[in-house]
């Protein structure tokens, strides 16, 4: 079975300093990768997706994730955040051999302050 | 394109009392999804169909909640009775059939449900 995990649960950073969210996933054949945000009183919307090719993706909104199979991690990063960054982030995982089931980690809350 | 919609938005019910969630996904896309996101975790998949067949219920505590997708267009999900750890936002999701796209699921707004 697939899971996945986000090794931060809060984070509060000031604008203009950069992002890293963790993201690790468990499942040893080939996946399809994503981050999902969801901003304050919206739905979750995609950030971005890795489905093959580049391991380095580029997102929406300046973020940008690295896949790194080896590490079984896509990490979310943004070298310079907004206070409109402020939102909640999910990595999700899906696999062909899981049914197209998408399997979301726990979520990091980000804060940014102005 | 208009997105996925839900209805209602919010809904509060005492325990053991029934309550149904509606859904229509993006016109066109054949897979629908509802998960269920508890405060402070990510969603996690209650029922999947494909058109109006059931492809994942393997999570859907089926003693109480119950899904439908007759015409394979809109859905219903139903929680009877609810207990107080059903409270929780109830979230659907659609995707294409087939290709790459597939993978991609869009999220409507959600339904925040309160047990009391």
């Known amino acids: 079975a697939q899971s996945v995990s986000q090794h931060n649960h809060h984070v509060i950073l000031s604008e203009a300093a950069s992002l890293e969210l963790g993201c690790n996933y468990s499942?040893?054949?080939?996946?399809?990768l994503f981050w999902y945000v969801q901003y304050p009183g919206q739905h979750l919307q995609l950030l971005l997706k890795?489905?093959?090719?580049?391991?380095l993706v580029k997102g929406i909104k300046g973020f940008e994730a690295e896949f790194i199979k080896s590490k079984f991690s896509f990490n979310l990063r943004k070298p310079s955040v907004q206070w409109s960054d402020t939102a909640e982030y999910f990595c999700?995982?899906?696999?062909?051999?899981?049914?197209?089931?998408?399997?979301f980690g726990g979520g990091t809350r980000v804060l940014v302050k102005p | 394109e208009a997105g996925v919609a839900q209805s209602p938005r919010y809904k509060i019910i005492e325990k053991r009392q029934s309550v149904a969630f509606w859904c229509n996904p993006i016109?066109?896309?054949?897979?629908l999804y509802w998960y269920q996101q508890i405060l402070g975790q990510g969603p996690k998949l209650l029922i999947q169909f494909q058109n109006n067949g059931v492809v994942d219920d393997s999570q859907l505590p089926k003693d109480r909640f119950s899904a439908e997708r007759l015409k394979g267009v809109d859905s219903t999900l139903k929680i009877q009775p609810a207990k107080l750890e059903d409270s929780a936002v109830y979230l659907c999701a659609s995707s294409p059939l087939g290709g790459g796209d597939a993978y991609e699921q869009y999220f409507g707004p959600g339904t925040r449900l309160t047990v009391t």
């Open positions: 999700a995982v899906t696999s062909k051999a899981a049914g197209n089931k998408l399997t």
């Open positions: 890795y489905f093959s090719g580049d391991p």
């Open positions: 016109s066109g896309h054949a897979t």
């Open positions: 499942y040893g054949g080939t996946v399809n």
